[in-house]
């Protein structure tokens, strides 16, 4: 979102017309930022994160990378080093990891229909949110 900004700002100098199809934002992305926060400043990030993405001609979404816990579907070692995650960021922040029920909750609370969780490779899953 930032790149885009700059982005139009830069060539918005030389043309604003052309480019102003930058100030519509389609998608934001967070990587590996929400676990280290609490639900409530979360919930006030996803909020902001909507905002942004809400258009009247299109509507975006939010991209999220982070860990989900799902100790039904993950092999046991990957679930300990996702509670081992989880440890570390209530010891150092606010944060924690969250199961996917406490991301939908957040979700919910900020204003979102829908999403879907992808699990990648290792302990990250990509995480797609709708207004």
């Not at 440890?87 to 919910?108: D, I, Q």
Request: aromatic letters at 12%.
């Amino acid at each position: 979102m930032i790149i885009l900004l700059v982005v139009f700002f830069m060539v918005g100098l030389v043309n604003y017309r052309m480019f102003s199809f930058f100030l519509l934002v389609i998608m934001t992305h967070l990587q590996l930022v929400l676990h280290s926060i609490s639900d409530e400043d979360c919930v006030k990030v996803l909020k902001k994160c909507r905002e942004a993405i809400v258009n009247k001609e299109k509507e975006g979404k939010v991209v999220i990378i982070d860990i989900v816990i799902n100790d039904i579907k993950d092999e046991h070692e990957i679930t300990e080093a996702k509670l081992f995650f989880d440890m570390l960021m209530m010891v150092l922040v606010t944060g924690r990891e969250r199961y996917e029920k406490e991301w939908e909750k957040l979700f919910l609370e900020a204003g979102f229909s829908h999403y879907k969780i992808t699990p990648i490779f290792g302990l990250r899953s990509i995480i797609e949110v709708y207004p």
